[in-house]
């Protein structure tokens, strides 16, 4: 079976979705220039069911085109915080915050809040998870479907450059990240940091509690593993950083994709494409991890 194929079965697993032509308007609420960046806060209309509120940040000086990336922002429990991530960081990443570091190097980046974070709080995950299954929906779906759209919005602005887009995120924006990549070719760039997660592994550590009830995919395992998933990224760059204590990210787990996705980087003729660093932590970003990143992203995109 051809990728495309596989990345139509994917995405078929991801509930009643609205159509990918689905219109997208924006609205431009405001643009405030701070010392490092300039910060554009918008209203998106993505699924034409609920707006969802996002943040692009741009260099102070040049119109671009810019290299740009896509920032998905974690869980941790902090449904308050959403895109905040990206300007105001978080307690298990570095500082200064992304949105510093990544404009600093020359990019923008655009971060949305996900259903049931940031400014689309106001009912619960499991409330939100319970609607939706009884709609024929998967929370899931509904959170990659706008990611996907994010993507679709940053691609029309002129002062992005199409050809360089990257996403990353840690937790459950490392998650978004390697599912993105894996659903839109146009994602040049994947960096996820402490979330890649070997189903099977995470069943036998006993570790499914662990993840929010927004992770889970009906009939995901009769398709894919992880690795699958993954494999779909292939030959274009792929980071992952993972701690070794990290509960969530089981360290056989890790072995397997690992091993797996050497071979499919190899079989495509890329082998210095993926690359996986594991460090004696748990779930936190570490100074060397941020360096990484970066180096990672100046090589590659």
């Known amino acids: 079976m051809t990728m495309e194929k596989r990345r139509e079965e994917l995405y078929e697993l991801l509930g009643d979705l609205p159509p990918r032509t689905q219109p997208i308007s924006s609205k431009k609420l405001k643009e405030e220039r701070l010392s490092h960046y300039i910060l554009e806060e918008w209203q998106l209309d993505l699924n034409g069911e609920e707006v969802v509120p996002a943040y692009f940040v741009r260099p102070i000086t040049g119109d671009g085109p810019f290299p740009t990336i896509i920032f998905n922002h974690s869980h941790g429990g902090f449904y308050d915080h959403g895109k905040e991530e990206l300007i105001k960081g978080n307690v298990y990443l570095?500082?200064?915050?992304?949105a510093e570091e990544l404009v600093k190097m020359g990019y923008a980046v655009l971060s949305i809040d996900a259903w049931g974070f940031g400014q689309r709080r106001g009912r619960t995950e499991g409330e939100?998870?319970?609607?939706?299954?009884w709609k024929g929906q998967v929370m899931w779906g509904k959170m990659v479907y706008d990611s996907l759209r994010a993507v679709d919005y940053v691609t029309s602005r002129p002062d992005v450059d199409k050809d360089r887009i990257g996403t990353m995120g840690i937790s459950m924006g490392s998650t978004m990240s390697w599912w993105l990549a894996a659903l839109d070719p146009r994602i040049k760039v994947c960096v996820d940091l402490c979330g890649l997660c070997d189903f099977q592994s995470l069943i036998e550590s006993r570790g499914?509690?662990?993840?929010?009830?927004?992770?889970y995919v009906p009939k995901l395992l009769k398709h894919f593993t992880a690795s699958e998933i993954n494999a779909l990224i292939a030959p274009r760059p792929h980071l992952s950083l993972a701690g070794n204590y990290?509960?969530?990210t089981p360290p056989k787990g890790l072995d397997i994709i690992d091993e797996n996705l050497k071979i499919v980087y190899e079989e495509q003729g890329a082998p210095e494409?993926?690359?996986l660093l594991r460090y004696n932590i748990g779930h936190f970003e570490t100074a060397d991890m941020r360096y990484e990143v970066k180096a990672f992203l100046k090589n590659w995109l």
């Open 94 to 98: 570095q500082n200064p915050p992304y």
């Open 128 to 133: 939100i998870f319970k609607e939706m299954l």
């Open 208 to 215: 499914l509690e662990g993840h929010g009830i927004y992770y």
């Open 246 to 248: 990290d509960r969530l």
């Open 273 to 275: 494409a993926w690359k």
